[in-house]
């Protein structure tokens, strides 16, 4: 009877204890996250603290600036557990602070409001948000780098630029949908001009050509807030997302 009790019990135990590791590993956090969500309670006073609380989850980047920057300061640079804060988020792919912090924010409010501490939904869209980033870059390169080749000094070419509302040229940064635009005639401006100078700057790859302008389709129109004029020369990065044509 004792043998049969036995075999009925380890079966019973084994479910509950199973259960019971699934419940501790989706509420488990990091020792670097409990260090965070400490400096979080202990720099918070009383009302602040219930005031972050109940923040909806959707309107904390309101704390960007503030208790973000706090812990930017305190927490991840001026703190004996900076370093080993830092190298956990690392790990994860998360290198720059402002996503550092957000992260430690976001793992705080949700612990607060017994969501449980893991933002790895949050990580992940950082790490698919700086891939591509980086993919856009790696494409820049090699349109840089093949305009560098295409052209020498002495060819024209034709280049349509973006006007900002502040009738200047503007240039567009990675990722891709900022570099996508499409000129328009009756806003943007178009230039032509000859090559005078290739170059690059610490890098082999980080290639520029200087121009002599020989057109310019809207005079009064800056070129990168400088007020550059027909016979003057401009020189420019080959990363940007300026379009860049031969002239025939």
Not at 3 to 16: G, Y
Not at 64 to 86: C, D, F
Not at 141 to 160: P, S
Not at 238 to 243: G, I, M, S, V
Request: charged letters at 30%; one cysteine or more; hydrophobic letters at 35%.
């Amino acid at each position: 009877m004792k043998v049969s009790l036995i075999f009925v019990l380890c079966p019973i135990l084994t479910f509950f204890s199973c259960g019971s590791s699934k419940d501790q590993s989706k509420d488990d956090i990091s020792e670097e996250m409990k260090i965070c969500h400490n400096f979080l309670k202990s720099a918070l006073r009383k009302k602040e603290l219930n005031d972050f609380r109940t923040t909806p989850e959707d309107e904390l980047v309101k704390y960007h600036r503030g208790l973000g920057m706090y812990v930017r300061n305190n927490l991840l640079r001026h703190h004996k557990h900076s370093e080993e804060i830092k190298a956990y988020f690392k790990d994860q792919g998360i290198i720059h602070l402002d996503d550092v912090s957000s992260l430690i924010l976001r793992s705080f409010h949700r612990s607060l409001n017994n969501k449980g501490a893991d933002v790895s939904d949050r990580v992940k869209e950082y790490q698919a948000y700086w891939q591509s980033i980086t993919d856009c870059k790696e494409r820049v390169q090699e349109r840089a780098m093949e305009i560098n080749k295409q052209y020498e000094v002495g060819d024209t070419l034709r280049i349509q630029m973006p006007v900002g509302e502040s009738n200047s040229v503007i240039d567009y940064p990675c990722p891709d949908e900022n570099r996508e635009w499409q000129f328009n005639d009756s806003t943007d401006l178009e230039i032509t001009g000859v090559i005078t100078k290739k170059y690059h700057v610490n890098s082999p790859s980080n290639v520029f050509f200087t121009l002599q302008v020989l057109t310019k389709s809207k005079p009064e129109v800056e070129i990168m807030m400088e007020g550059t004029k027909v016979g003057d020369e401009l020189r420019f990065s080959l990363k940007t997302a300026w379009k860049v044509f031969p002239v025939e």
